[in-house]
């Protein structure tokens, strides 16, 4: 099998599996889903969790995807890597050191695994307008709006689901403008910070 039947595979696999197990992204999906577009072309960005990104990303990294940035924050940091025509891979991990006693991360990746999505994002053009529209069909989201109007980026989190009494996953919203294609840090760490375990 080529590379790209096998990424291609694999992001449907992984997708699927997170579709299935996150109720805010199903009520997305079923609403795209009746309009013909589907789940997969909005999709923006994959989010994994693990205890050592570069050994994580190999197996993306082995299927085309390529390091394009680090990004880092008090107790985390994650690597982005992408592949032309693919959502951008955004890859977590808590500091291995004194730094990453605090993160949320290794207690999810203990709970959960590193082979599953912790959040996909999916693009949409008015950030307020999707918001509405999905807390109608009754999605909750977590926090406020992180970024300025008419900033680059603007995203939010649907509230988590819950496994076993522990927050799993969630759904981004995420508003770009102006071309942006990057992360920008305050605003992820605050996202992380939305639905850290209370």
Not at 55 to 84: H, I, M, N, P
């Amino acid at each position: 099998m080529d590379r790209t039947r096998e990424l291609d595979e694999l992001m449907e696999r992984m997708v699927a599996h997170y579709v299935a197990g996150n109720a805010a992204a199903r009520v997305l999906k079923a609403m795209l889903d009746d309009t013909g577009v589907g789940f997969f072309p909005v999709v923006d960005h994959v989010t994994l969790r693990t205890l050592d990104i570069d050994r994580r990303a190999e197996q993306f990294v082995g299927l085309g995807y390529a390091y394009d940035e680090t990004l880092q924050y008090d107790d985390w940091y994650a690597k982005v890597y992408r592949k032309s025509g693919y959502p951008a891979l955004f890859v977590d991990q808590a500091y291995p050191d004194d730094r990453g006693r605090t993160s949320i991360i290794p207690g999810w990746v203990r709970k959960f695994g590193d082979q599953v999505f912790h959040h996909v994002a999916v693009r949409v053009e008015d950030i307020e307008l999707a918001i509405d529209r999905l807390k109608r069909k009754g999605v909750v989201f977590a926090g406020k709006i992180v970024g300025a109007p008419g900033g680059q980026l603007r995203q939010i989190f649907s509230a988590p689901e819950m496994v076993d009494g522990q927050p799993f996953s969630v759904l981004e919203l995420a508003e770009r403008h102006r071309g942006y294609q990057g992360f920008l840090p305050p605003q992820a760490d605050s996202l992380m910070k939305s639905t850290a375990p209370r």
